[in-house]
């Protein structure tokens, strides 16, 4: 069951980033999140049946969890999967699990465990490491789109650069400039 939800989590990213980058964004989690109800609600009611008690310390929690995980979050992500790399946005993921351990010392006064803090590194360690070779790759790709595009990426011009005459600043090569006329 973990295997299969990590294959949807991650075939889903990518299909989202390839195909999703036109549909509205509530437009798209609203339909992730019936796709999910048709698949959950029935599981649901055969496995533990679908009553919830009137109380506040069930309808908080539930209420709270469809706003914030659900909605708020499934809207972060594809957000973020619109802006950036999906595997910079995935690798954001793996963060949840220590912050939850971290989150769960004021909120349920556990102790602060040592696999905690060693979770919380290794992963932090590990996004860092995807984010740097996703900006590294991005700035080689925008080199490489820069030069098929026949310009040059775009750097501030060198002092040397600078101080030189437009034909020399621009490969050497002499350009013939139109001669205004008084």
Same mark, same amino acid.
């Given at each position: 069951a973990v295997v299969a939800g990590m294959l949807g989590l991650a075939s889903g990213t990518l299909y989202q980033r390839r195909f999703g980058q036109d549909i509205d964004l509530r437009a798209g989690v609203a339909i992730q999140l019936a796709a999910a109800a048709v698949v959950g609600v029935p599981l649901a009611a055969v496995t533990q049946g679908l009553s919830v008690p009137m109380t506040f310390s069930a309808i908080g929690p539930l209420a709270y969890l469809?706003? !914030?995980? %659900?909605?708020?979050?499934? *809207? &972060?992500? /594809?957000?973020? #999967?619109?802006?950036?790399?999906?595997?910079?946005?995935?690798?954001?993921?793996? !963060?949840? %699990?220590?912050?939850?351990? *971290? &989150?769960? /010392?004021?909120? #349920?006064?556990?102790?602060?465990?040592a696999g905690v803090i060693a979770g919380l590194v290794l992963t932090l360690a590990g996004v860092a490491l995807v984010e740097g070779h996703t900006v590294r790759r991005a700035s080689v790709g925008e080199r490489r789109a820069a030069r098929t595009a026949g310009a040059r990426p775009a750097t501030a011009p060198t002092a040397s650069a600078a101080a030189r005459p437009p034909a020399q600043a621009r490969g050497g090569t002499t350009i013939a400039q139109p001669c205004a006329e008084a």
């Open positions: 469809t706003i !914030v995980n %659900s909605v708020g979050v499934m *809207l &972060l992500f /594809v957000w973020l #999967l619109r802006r950036g790399p999906s595997s910079s946005t995935a690798s954001l993921l793996y !963060v949840v %699990s220590p912050t939850t351990g *971290l &989150l769960a /010392v004021p909120t #349920l006064g556990q102790p602060l465990a």
